[in-house]
């Protein structure tokens, strides 16, 4: 799609945050025009409150090698002038991504489901669940290899080794928590910093503990919602990636609020990967930029 | 509206609750035909996990006095078998409601502005300020009485003593907190338990403290709300009534937030104040029935 | 679920709708006590303009087949003194629906998957398609039969014999058609009648003819939507279930818009399906009355 | 706020659109650099269909006369370089704003209420109605003049050149048709092409003529909403600025739908006029590009 024979034109995505000052974008769109790229989208934000300046930019030039290189190189030396931290993507090359699953498989059929009609751009690496294969009987996971990792308290370290190297063989590059009701340990957490988006429900005011669907019910909520954030040691605080809300009545039982929740879940997990896929999010500290289409 | 002076036929609103038997609505639906009452809109709830059954009923019937004292007495009589509470309403009297506004008077603005175009079906008895009139210089508030109540820490009984004798002299059946900024007393709030309706932000997830817009603005917040609930003893915990949310992004400032904030304070305040002046919302124990349209 | 065999109880929907007059809802309130039945559930809605009457009623009774004949002569009795139209069904019994789809079967996934976890009480008894099997290779349908109807302007008649022959052989009660692209002709549509559910794209403003989204995306429209209705000879047009939109923005490419549009699609026929599986839809004319949840 | 009187920083807003081709922004960000001006905000898009591209950029820089004269004459040889339209604005200078209106004044009393408390960055410059000053009685107009332009057939052309005289005398660079139910000439649309900004309610389907709430409620819609759009020669099918909806029931009458509508045209009409006066809508061709917030 990205990848034109006739001309060799490739399209990529850069992503860009720095201390703000003034001739950032000069320097940026210069560099990007003398390599004969043409820019289709780019957006900007400027934090005021940290001075960080946030940028990300899609463009398109000649595909070979040299002149990669070339830019790379440019973009270096413009990144070392403003301490810019910065990645370059290749919108041909999807990204390899883990999914992992416990019980409730709503997310990952719909996330199967979006990446086989061509609406995710990602390579699934691995399906790996806390429970074994045929607790998804039902589900067509082509040739995604499926890695059943049970998990108990004394076993939890090895459990999270085993996971990790998993990660390391199939260079993933993104996990995503479709429903994995396992806490992550610490260590776990900050290996994956970043690169392991995490969905969970959320409500008007918040509830802790178990069964949260059920305490929303009790307090009598009148909206249930979801909320995709990246995965930090502190658990359900991460970044916030997307969120989003249903409407609930007095009629609603305990079991229609898991019902309407699962609609949100899928939703809101499969904006929060699009998004990450896509570049579009870039972490400002605890709070992330989303540059939404 | 509701009186027909050919006929003279008044239109009631009933509502009603107790603990949950078959026979209720045989039992009310007779009663209300032998009084020649003709239904036009019945709502019921049963509440499986609590036993309690709801009901709210719209009903005509001739408006003579008469009429209506035997059909209080045939309800006194249905109620009495099944332990009902109930209440039974003309719907061509107004309620008579008391408004308190603090220094951010959107909401104040917007409930006489509904009123004044015949949208919400009240009599403003008086509004109740703890800043001077001139505050409110370009609001035009017609003949409702304004009070200027002003609040400090050693005064705060006495202020509150004052608001209680208003209501109490005007015969003001509902307080509405339009933005009123400042905590009532746990005996006032019990005072007026399930008649005085508050409005606050609400986030996802919550925040506890000042300047919340602030606190969710530094969280990254995807979604900010409004929660309009009963007031009780425990601050901003009472009955939810309503709710609703608005998106918003990194680029909103908490400014931004403010100003999203008040849009959706306003719509979500007179959503409440609608449903309760409508004998829609009925208390269940913590949480609210509503019987929205 | 709805059977309990210790006490019995079998749990039915009522629904009812007649011209309004006095008496109705203490006569059905009555008859339904007479039977020991326990309404745990009641909504009704009084059209002032057609001056009809509409009622649901979920009440639970002992379940046996005495019963149930003693009720539903009762029932017609009091249908004949008030003219009513009414239904009576068994929530334990699974309606039988015969699903329809084309090339794009992102709603066919989604309703099946509704129905394997347990969310939409009904027994597929069909798929039915205009392409064959191998379009849908990754489905799993389970026992459910697969037809390929192949249609072409010479054969349309023929087929939809045979679709009308099998809607008939499987005892199908609903046909569901999930982005069926083929328009049914005015005399299969008049045989279905309140008994088929279709799912199409609306926008503001509307938009007639080929490539709609494409369509909507030249005019920069801010929100696209999706409509859930039953399908009448009048093409795109029958009495509406369900509607929702989300918003888009210059951003968006035709392709986007379809994207989003198939999250809209999928979340409105599946509601829609739900509410009629659960008897919340009764037909008003061309409109719908339907008692959410 | 945009003025700092230690550094006497002003801050711009630069919008542009031109042909795509390389080299645009790099031009525009090292032409920004040289004025020693500071990007805080940059959107951009390109339009792949038409070839167009747009832009919006805010920035700050010394706020000196000569500076400016130096810059705008840099813009305008980039500007002939690459075909550009463009306009910069001083975001300390308030727009002159001219309002319509008939006889419902909701989306008036709206804009009101929203410039007094400053949302809305804009100098109104008068209130022309069809109808006396009385019917507004309750609004407190301030200092803004009032102009009572009674229409009718035969005064139509008469009444539209008063009201082009008094656009002209009062320097308005935007009119806003704040439910202003008089249908402008076509010549009066065209002087005031993309500067005049009307609202509508909209409906899926939609429909012509006479009271379309009413038809909505016929039709059965289950919801309702409103489109703001600049005018054109062409009635209700200006470029689209921004639309909303709300959902409705079988419940609600006319009139609710009327009330729901007044809440979705004030909200739709205040963000479209906000996101002009932020010079956030570009025309692209019978579309806009807006770089919302």
């Known amino acids: 799609m990205t990848q034109d024979p006739a001309s060799m034109l490739a399209t990529y995505t850069l992503t860009l945050s720095c201390p703000n000052r003034p001739g950032i974008v000069?320097?940026?769109?210069?560099?990007?025009?003398?390599?004969?790229?043409?820019?289709?989208?780019?957006?900007?934000?400027?934090?005021?409150?940290?001075?960080?300046?946030?940028?990300?930019?899609?463009?398109?030039?000649?595909?070979?090698?040299?002149?990669?290189?070339?830019?790379?190189?440019?973009l270096d030396a413009v990144a070392a002038r403003f301490r810019?931290?910065?990645?370059?993507?290749?919108?041909?090359?999807?990204?390899?991504?883990?999914?992992?699953?416990?019980?409730?498989?709503?997310?990952?059929?719909?996330?199967?489901y979006r990446w086989r009609i061509g609406e995710l751009p990602m390579t699934p690496t691995a399906i790996v669940a806390n429970h074994p294969r045929d607790t998804y009987a039902?589900?067509?996971?082509?040739?995604?290899?499926?890695?059943y990792l049970p998990v108990a308290q004394d076993t939890?370290?090895?459990?999270?080794?085993?996971?990790?190297?998993?990660?390391?063989?199939?260079?993933?590059?993104?996990?995503?928590?479709?429903?994995?009701?396992?806490?992550?340990?610490?260590?776990?957490s900050a290996r994956l910093s970043g690169q392991c988006i995490n969905?969970?429900?959320?409500?008007?005011?918040?509830?802790?503990?178990?069964?949260?669907?059920?305490?929303?019910?009790?307090?009598?909520?009148?909206?249930?919602?979801a909320t995709a954030h990246y995965v930090t040691a502190d658990l359900d605080e991460g970044p916030i990636i997307e969120q989003d809300v249903?409407?609930?009545?007095?009629?609603?039982?305990p079991d229609d609020l898991v019902r309407k929740g699962r609609d949100i879940e899928r939703r809101v997990l499969a904006r929060a990967v699009r998004y990450h896929l896509d570049d579009r999010v870039i972490l400002n500290g605890h709070k992330t930029v989303v540059f939404g289409d």
């Open 138 to 147: 039902h589900i067509d996971m082509g040739d995604i290899p499926f890695h």
């Open 26 to 74: 000069a320097a940026i769109a210069t560099t990007l025009f003398e390599a004969d790229g043409n820019i289709t989208e780019a957006q900007q934000f400027d934090d005021v409150e940290t001075g960080l300046f946030f940028m990300r930019v899609v463009f398109s030039c000649r595909a070979d090698a040299e002149r990669t290189e070339w830019l790379r190189a440019r």
């Open 199 to 225: 969905i969970h429900h959320s409500f008007l005011p918040g509830f802790k503990g178990a069964r949260p669907y059920h305490q929303a019910h009790a307090r009598g909520v009148k909206l249930i919602g």
């Open 84 to 112: 810019i931290s910065w990645t370059l993507h290749d919108r041909a090359q999807r990204r390899r991504v883990l999914l992992m699953v416990s019980k409730f498989d709503h997310c990952l059929v719909d996330l199967l």
């Open 156 to 188: 939890k370290a090895a459990q999270e080794e085993r996971l990790w190297s998993l990660v390391q063989q199939t260079n993933s590059e993104l996990v995503v928590l479709a429903r994995y009701m396992q806490v992550l340990s610490d260590s776990l």
């Open 246 to 253: 249903e409407r609930v009545s007095h009629f609603d039982t």
